[in-house]
């Protein structure tokens, strides 16, 4: 849990700039009325959980341990599949 929430602080450490397009992406979603804020906000969020475990998936490849680097590649791959 501790090594999620660390690369959750480092992506939007280094990632700020997509919030601010998430941020601008439903306001103008919501004026225009041409998509469904739902919509975007759970592709946003699965994308978000994907690029996570990529993040993860590295660090545990730097530690040596590919197993775990396996599962959260599967997982990532899962969910941009799904996507």
């Given at each position: 849990?501790?090594?999620?929430?660390?690369?959750?602080?480092?992506?939007?450490?280094q990632?700020?700039?997509?919030?601010?397009l998430?941020?601008?992406?439903?306001?103008?979603?919501?004026?225009?009325?041409?998509?469904?804020?739902?919509?975007?906000?759970?592709?946003?969020?699965?994308?978000?959980?994907?690029?996570?475990?990529?993040?993860?998936?590295?660090?545990?490849?730097?530690?040596?341990?590919?197993?775990?680097?396996?599962?959260?590649?599967?997982?990532s791959?899962?969910?941009?599949?799904?996507?």
């Open positions: 849990m501790s090594l999620l929430l660390y690369e959750i602080k480092k992506f939007f450490k990632n700020w700039w997509v919030l601010v998430f941020l601008v992406s439903l306001i103008s979603i919501w004026l225009t009325g041409a998509g469904s804020v739902l919509e975007v906000t759970l592709i946003f969020s699965l994308h978000f959980l994907a690029d996570i475990c990529i993040m993860i998936m590295a660090d545990y490849l730097k530690q040596g341990d590919d197993d775990k680097a396996l599962f959260f590649q599967s997982i791959f899962l969910i941009f599949t799904g996507i």
